[in-house]
């Protein structure tokens, strides 16, 4: 499972969003349990992540992993990935880091679910504020 976190942040940091959505098995699960209003809660289905996805590199320019723990657990399908990205807020060139805590269950060597734990206030923060953070991925 570590390799398989470590493999999906490198795919991050090459901006293969392509690669990144394609790590998810086709009814795979992206949730985001602190998603704000306006922001999806769920995005369902390996098609549909990677249409989320498909711009990100154009919002965010991801340019390195700054902190990085691997929590293996007792389940051997599950894994939390905590990780700080850095890179530059691409409209405003503007610098970005942010923290985030995932918990990836992986089935078949495809992610089934993918919780992302993060902060739409920090987001909000970097990328100069709500309308920005809901405009960017509101989807």
Same mark, same amino acid.
């Given at each position: 499972m570590r390799e398989f976190a470590e493999h999906a942040l490198d795919l991050l940091l090459k901006h293969d969003m392509a690669g990144f959505a394609g790590l998810w098995a086709e009814d795979g699960v992206l949730e985001f349990p602190f998603a704000g209003p306006g922001y999806p809660k769920r995005v369902e289905g390996r098609d549909a992540i990677? +249409? @989320?996805?498909?711009? @990100?590199?154009?919002?965010l320019d991801i340019r *390195?992993?700054?902190?990085?723990? %691997?929590? *293996?657990?007792?389940?051997?399908? %599950?894994? %939390?990935? +905590?990780?700080? %990205?850095a890179g530059v807020v691409v409209a405003s060139q503007r610098p970005y880091e942010l923290s985030y805590i995932a918990v990836i269950t992986v089935e078949d060597g495809e992610i089934?679910? @993918?919780?992302? @734990?993060?902060?739409?206030l920090a987001a909000a923060g970097v990328l100069g504020g709500v309308d920005e953070l809901t405009a960017a991925f509101g989807g």
């Open positions: 990677l +249409e @989320y996805l498909r711009d @990100y590199p154009n919002l *390195e992993v700054t902190a990085k723990t %691997v929590h *293996e657990t007792t389940d051997p399908s %599950v894994v %939390v990935v +905590e990780f700080t %990205v089934r679910h @993918y919780r992302d @734990y993060w902060s739409p």
